[in-house]
């Protein structure tokens, strides 16, 4: 499991917008699935987001659905998930995976729970006015 580099974090107000990057040095991963989790404080790691391999599937979860998007930017190398209307509790530590053994088509799978145990820095986004 190769580990990314996510950023894009911040303080902002309740309403607001960020949009968290998701990178990855000395490799690509424009054939990999990959998945925006987060984490609050005495809370589990969640899933937020995954887009598939092919950029033809994307989840979210309900909590965030018609406010986050998850795209991709091939020549970048770069994924991005662009949270809008944002919540206090979307506060929390953000981080993405790269999984590239999964159905070309779905990521959902990505979901679950312990599937992954190496994680990158993260990102902190606090919503709070």
């Known amino acids: 499991q190769l580990l990314l580099v996510e950023s894009g974090g911040g303080l902002v107000q309740p309403g607001g917008s960020l949009r968290l990057s998701c990178t990855a040095s000395?490799?690509?991963?424009?054939?990999?699935?990959v998945g925006w989790f987060r984490q609050a404080p005495g809370k589990e790691r969640e899933g937020v987001s995954c887009?598939?391999?092919?950029?033809?599937?994307?989840t979210y979860a309900d909590s965030v659905k018609g406010r986050f998007t998850i795209s991709r930017d091939s020549a970048k190398n770069t994924v991005y998930l662009q949270m809008n209307s944002l919540k206090p509790e979307d506060t929390a530590a953000y981080y993405c995976?790269?999984?590239?053994?999964?159905?070309?088509?779905?990521?959902?799978?990505?979901?679950?729970?312990?599937?992954?145990?190496?994680w990158g820095p993260g990102t902190q986004v606090t919503v709070s006015s």
């Open positions: 000395g490799f690509t991963f424009n054939n990999a699935a």
């Open positions: 995976v790269a999984d590239w053994e999964l159905n070309p088509n779905m990521c959902t799978v990505m979901f679950d729970k312990g599937r992954y145990d190496s």
């Open positions: 887009i598939s391999r092919t950029g033809i599937s994307t």
